[in-house]
């Protein structure tokens, strides 16, 4: 199978060389797609600075930052346009273990069309993160697996691996949500299409360099969409109920 790795960088220039030499390492015939939001520090630089002396590493410059979300449709375009079978997405701040692509992309290989790495299936873990912030992931969590039935333990994981085919099925190009709320809504997409997600225990660790990209602004806006999102399908459903 031909695999595409996609990052989203914004002021990762302390992190993405480290990041490129182990996923180069992890998954050596894959194809890595660097989409840099003019970061200010350099990055996209020295990713192509380490991607000449690698290869099989392109730099996406984008003119300016525009969230998680239009980043990730940006890569998941080049990835179906040049035909790949697995289009796998994982953060720049070793916050994602690259060595886990490998056991993501063979669950794709197995039959999935969605594989996630996930913190919250037997075998996960999110070490030294303090009670609050693990309580509130856990919550949001377990309020998206409520509202929209996806039956997926870790909706908000950003480190996954899709089929092209189900991107292609879910209309990826047309997802709305811009920050991680996007991570969400292509699960709930998969799921509404009736693809298969497998979850891949993984160990996430806090990035070491560098500032966190979440805020409360992202976090709201990912609540009101599965608020949003999950009212919307108990109408239809009603709806359907009574004419039915």
């Known amino acids: 199978m031909r695999v595409q790795v996609c990052t989203p960088t914004y002021i990762e220039a302390d992190n993405i ?10 998954i050596p015939d ?43 449709r940006a890569g998941f375009a080049v990835g179906i346009a040049r035909g790949y079978d697995v289009i796998c997405q994982i953060d720049a701040d070793l916050s994602h273990d690259p060595e886990v692509l490998p056991e993501l992309v063979e669950a794709i290989r197995n039959g999935a069309d969605l594989a996630i790495g996930s913190r919250y299936v037997p075998g996960g873990s999110i070490p030294h993160w303090p009670w609050r912030r693990r309580a509130l992931s856990k919550y949001g969590n377990a309020y998206t697996g409520m509202m929209l039935r996806t039956g997926v333990a870790d909706a908000t994981a950003g480190y996954r691996a899709f089929t092209r085919e189900i991107l292609e099925a879910v209309d990826y190009s047309q997802t709305r949500a811009k ?11 998969v799921r509404k299409v009736g693809g298969k997600v497998v979850e891949v225990p993984i160990t996430f660790t806090d990035r070491v360099r560098g500032h966190s990209k979440m805020s409360m602004a992202v976090m709201a806006e990912e609540m009101a969409l599965v608020s949003w999102w999950g009212i ?7 709806r359907k109920r009574s004419t039915g």
């Open 179 to 189: 920050g991680y709320g996007f991570q969400i809504e292509l699960a709930y997409r």
């Open 30 to 72: 894959a194809d890595i797609l660097v989409l840099d939001d003019n970061s200010p520090d350099g990055t996209a630089a020295v990713a192509e600075r380490v991607g000449a002396e690698l290869g099989q590493i392109e730099v996406l410059r984008r003119p300016e930052k525009h969230g998680l979300g239009a980043a990730y």
């Open 232 to 238: 919307r399908d108990r109408f239809r459903r009603d």
């Open 17 to 26: 060389e480290e990041f490129l030499r182990r996923a180069r390492a992890a």
